[in-house]
């Protein structure tokens, strides 16, 4: 029996490709230098041609823009740098048109401090209706002045924040992102409205933005071992005190029976950091999310036999409820696989991002092995994510100077960290346009490193070889093979790693070149194919 046969059911999202649209960054119609949702509309044809399914926004809501986004003010308006609720309903239809699916950011754990109701709290008093939407508690210390437990920031430095009146709030992000109470019915209530407005208006489903933190512990106790783990958690151990806590599954199996009474297949996909895998399948039970992100697939990097654990794990723990495993290498947080993978940038630096005065990743064996790895990955049963601009190869930008850092972890570590900018630069369109065509003026929020030009969408089209084409075949195939809906076995775990799905062998090289394996040559990650199978190459065979 193959370590996986296909699961049952036939709904998009099983196998689906979901194609990430970071709004700030892929289409500029208005001029300003910051995408908007009318780009978007516009570019939807090109997201069509390259052969995705379903395309997921983060965050274009109304917000101080503190974490590009993902503090939101309010949670069913457009903000106007992006356009306004007429744009999201005519980016909707264009999306729908072509057959594309579409998701949406639901950001749960946090809103920003400029939300009214945050701004209704800082004026109400402590014990108030008002501060219990989120929370705020007394400091420790003869006068308050000490933080009310060791909660760690994610993006450093500590958890909570003083506010005049002496009490603390606290935040797992930045302090402009207050963590909600979810232990109270009105918030409950809030975010089951938030969702039907957006699924009346007709989104295909929420991509949720850190579930895992939505829930604390009775009492907010110490993390109680934050001097190993920081802000995080330590595999295996228990779980600390704001993750992954077991109050949260019902308010997923409340959100899956508001999605379930829409008619279509809508769907969630929880941005779940929980592990190990068998712990996260209980988040993909029927009854809750239809799927997870596999951050075990993504942190596995380019290691051999980390990846074998990862497939294995994920195999077993998805199956183990029915659920689809998914699939991702790329997002807006961590360092594009092309740059990634051209260096030693483990998952403790994949979101710390890498600045002029770190190690500078081999381009060419960056790009080669994010070819082979996203080859490797589409090979595979399942659901993938793919983040806007790999399907060009693009590398991160890394020598972006500190005066154009936006993102909250370079202020919050004094730049030691230089955080998740680099990966989140406007998209090259066209080699002649201004701003390489991401907009109709040179103008830019984050500037586009001289390497972008070569790496245009143009250019890529009109070149066999190019990055571009490549994703394109490979989405082609997948389909007409239907590799997504397929199985999954392992046909040899040397250095000659190799799977089998449907009819097709998807071996990858990690030793030295040598000579091709029996079959019929689908598809290769190198540019040119000879009568090698490369080191570090991937290829389709079908047999
Ligand atoms: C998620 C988002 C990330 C954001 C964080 C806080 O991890 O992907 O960009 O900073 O949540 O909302």
């Known amino acids: 029996m193959p370590l996986h046969e296909p699961t049952a059911g036939s709904e998009w999202w099983r196998s689906g490709i979901i194609y990430q649209i970071y ?32 395309v997921w926004l983060s965050p274009f809501y109304t917000s101080p823009q503190k974490d590009a986004g993902y503090d939101v003010s309010d949670y069913r308006d457009v903000d106007p740098l992006f356009g306004d609720l007429n744009d999201f309903d005519q980016m909707l239809e264009r999306a729908h048109e072509l057959g594309l699916r579409v998701m949406i950011d ?11 109701w945050f701004q209704s709290a800082l004026n109400s008093k402590p014990g108030s209706k008002e501060r219990s939407y989120y929370h705020f508690k007394d400091g420790k210390g003869e006068n308050g002045e000490l933080p009310p437990n060791n909660w760690q920031s994610m993006f450093g430095g500590p958890a909570w924040t003083r506010v005049e009146d002496g009490q603390w709030y606290c935040h797992l992000f930045d302090s402009s992102q207050p963590d909600l109470n979810w232990e109270n019915q009105v918030v409950r209530d809030e975010f089951e409205d938030i969702l039907r407005f957006w699924l009346d208006r007709g989104v295909d489903g929420f991509r949720v933005d850190q579930p895992h933190a939505m829930a604390k512990a009775q009492g907010l106790p110490d993390h109680p071992y934050v001097a190993e783990a920081g802000a995080g958690f330590i595999e295996g151990r228990e779980s600390p005190p704001m993750w992954f806590q077991d109050s949260v599954h019902e308010i997923f199996r409340s959100w899956r029976n508001i999605l379930d009474s829409y008619p279509g ?18 988040w993909v039970r029927p009854d809750e999310f239809h799927q997870t ?15 074998i654990s990862a497939i294995n794990e994920s195999f077993e723990a998805f199956d183990s409820v029915g659920a689809p495993s998914t699939w991702v290498l790329n997002n807006h947080d961590v360092i594009r696989h092309a740059s990634r993978f051209g260096g030693d940038y483990g998952r403790a630096t994949a979101s710390d991002g890498i600045g002029p005065n770190n190690p500078q990743p081999d381009s060419l064996l960056g790009i080669t092995l994010a070819r082979a790895s996203t080859l490797f990955m589409l090979g595979l049963p399942g659901a993938s994510y793919l983040y806007q601009g790999e399907e060009l190869g693009l590398p991160e930008h890394t020598t972006l100077e500190p005066e154009f850092r936006q993102d909250p972890t370079f202020f919050r570590t004094n730049g030691e960290r230089v955080g998740r900018d680099g990966c989140r630069v406007p998209l090259p ?27 245009a969408r143009d250019l890529q089209e009109k070149d066999d070889s190019s990055t571009l084409n490549l994703y394109k075949r ?13 199985s999954f076995d392992w046909v040899s775990t040397g250095e000659l790693l190799s799977y089998q799905n449907q ?13 091709l394996p ?14 090698l199978l490369r080191s570090n190459q991937t290829l389709w065979l079908e047999i």
């Open 503 to 515: 009819n097709v062998i998807v071996v990858h090289n990690f030793g030295k070149d040598c000579a």
């Open 474 to 486: 490979a989405l082609e195939i997948r389909k007409e093979l239907k590799l997504g809906e397929g």
């Open 293 to 307: 992100f596999n951050f075990r697939f993504l942190d596995a990097g380019w290691d051999q036999e980390k990846l």
């Open 23 to 54: 709004p700030r960054s892929f289409a500029d119609h208005g001029g300003d230098g910051m995408g908007d949702l009318k780009g978007i509309t516009n570019r939807l044809p090109k997201l069509k041609e390259l052969g995705i399914d379903a």
């Open 106 to 116: 639901l950001v749960p754990n946090h809103s920003s401090d400029q939300h009214e």
């Open 265 to 282: 297949d809508r769907a969630m996909c929880g941005e779940a950091y929980v592990l190990p895998l068998s712990f996260m399948a209980l």
């Open 518 to 531: 029996a079959g019929r040559l689908v598809l290769s990650s190198d540019s040119e194919q000879g009568d």
């Open 429 to 455: 369109w066209e080699a002649n346009g201004p701003s390489l065509g991401f907009g109709p003026t040179a103008a830019s929020w984050l500037p586009q490193p001289a390497g972008y030009l070569e790496l």
